[in-house]
């Protein structure tokens, strides 16, 4: 009898190891992990016979809060968000724009959506996917109305699925049988799916080094006009300066006598002067001809912003000019009193 009984136990442990688990158990040992990294491809689409788009995308994440999101790797389209647990960076390779943001900015999540996870693997896009947030639910709370679905079951796959109220629309989420590791997530409509989310690599619990959560952008890139127009501003009159130095120093050495290049400096000054009253004078009668005139953006927009560069033009040979007077002060350049 009791070789009996511990046959039945036995029989019995191994029924219910080999019963799937609920999602929200195979998910919770997840949310404990100190690194996350997943890799895979999703696409969307609204229509029924459009074919659905293969958009890949990598993902790392650590318990510190430092992550990085990589849509498109490896391609002209690539775009790039990661944090160091304090700034959010976001670098898109195809137009060389980069911007950051603190993480506490109100439109941090314009750039990435929930930048501030708990859990390394709230990152994963699959797990996003499947958290229904406007339901007010988290990750596990979502993925308790699952059920299994056993006619598209089989020995490799685990398939859960939940349906609408209305039968038409429901989501579905593919398991391994032999691990229990998340492979695929769908979305349907119909009974055609309409959007996906396929796992094609995970890591869980090891090493990451700085490749894997951070992105280095060129200095040129990150000082250029378009994404630091303050630091390339400062750098163009900075070199404007020094140019302008070696210029005035030629000619102060050249010339025959000092007073002749203060001359030609007093001279410049006078076109410069001109030159600047002109310019005004036709950005001034051009915005007051274009004050109410309609568009989209108005034409007045477009006067102020061409306005703007003539300003920062003539600051510049401002600054040219005035780096004359550094080499003047010089003692061989001294006009004698």
């Given at each position: 009898m009791r ?11 191994a ?6 688990q ?31 788009p293969?958009n ?6 650590h ?15 690539q775009?790039v ?14 137009g ?11 439109d ?11 859990a ?11 958290t229904r ?23 490799r ?11 038409r ?7 391994a ?13 119909d ?9 094609a690599?995970?890591?869980v619990?090891?090493?990451?080094d700085?490749t ?9 890139t ?6 630091n ?34 001359s ?18 036709v ?14 953006p ?11 560069l003539a300003a ?26």
């Open positions: 070789f009996a009984a511990l046959l039945l136990a036995v029989f019995a442990a029924a219910r190891a080999a019963e799937p609920p999602l929200e158990s195979l998910a919770a040992p997840l949310l404990q992990a100190r690194t996350y990294c997943e890799t895979g491809k999703f696409g969307f689409t609204t229509g029924p016979n459009e074919p659905l293969e890949r995308y990598r993902v790392c994440a318990r510190d809060g430092r992550f990085k999101y990589v849509d498109s790797p490896e391609e002209r389209s775009i968000t990661w944090s160091d647990g304090r700034t959010l960076h976001r670098y898109v390779e195809y060389r724009n980069y911007q950051k943001r603190d993480l506490a900015a109100r941090a999540d314009h750039f990435y959506e929930r930048p501030r996870e708990a390394p693997a709230l990152h994963s896009r699959l797990f996003r996917q499947a947030s406007g339901a007010g639910l988290d990750l596990l709370g979502s993925l308790k109305d699952y059920r299994i679905n056993a006619e598209l079951s089989n020995a796959q685990t398939v859960y699925e939940r349906m609408s109220d209305d039968r629309g429901g989501t579905r989420i593919r398991v049988a032999a691990d229990g590791a998340f492979m695929r997530y769908e979305s349907l409509y009974g055609v799916v309409r959007g996906y989310v396929e796992i690599e995970r890591r619990d090891l090493p990451l700085e894997d959560l951070g992105y280095e952008v060129p200095l040129a990150r000082s250029s006009w378009q994404n127009p303050r630091v390339f501003l400062s750098g163009l009159f900075l070199l404007t300066a020094l140019v302008g130095a070696a210029f005035w120093a030629w000619r102060f050495r050249r010339a025959v006598h000092p007073y002749d290049v203060v030609d400096r007093r001279r410049y000054w006078r076109v410069f002067a001109w030159a600047f009253g002109a310019v005004a004078a950005f001034g009668a051009l915005a007051a001809l274009s004050w109410n005139v309609p568009g989209h108005p034409p007045f927009f477009f006067i102020v912003g061409f306005a703007g920062i033009g003539f600051g510049l040979v401002a600054c040219f000019l005035l780096s004359s007077y550094v080499i003047q002060a010089l003692p061989r350049n001294r006009i004698p009193r």
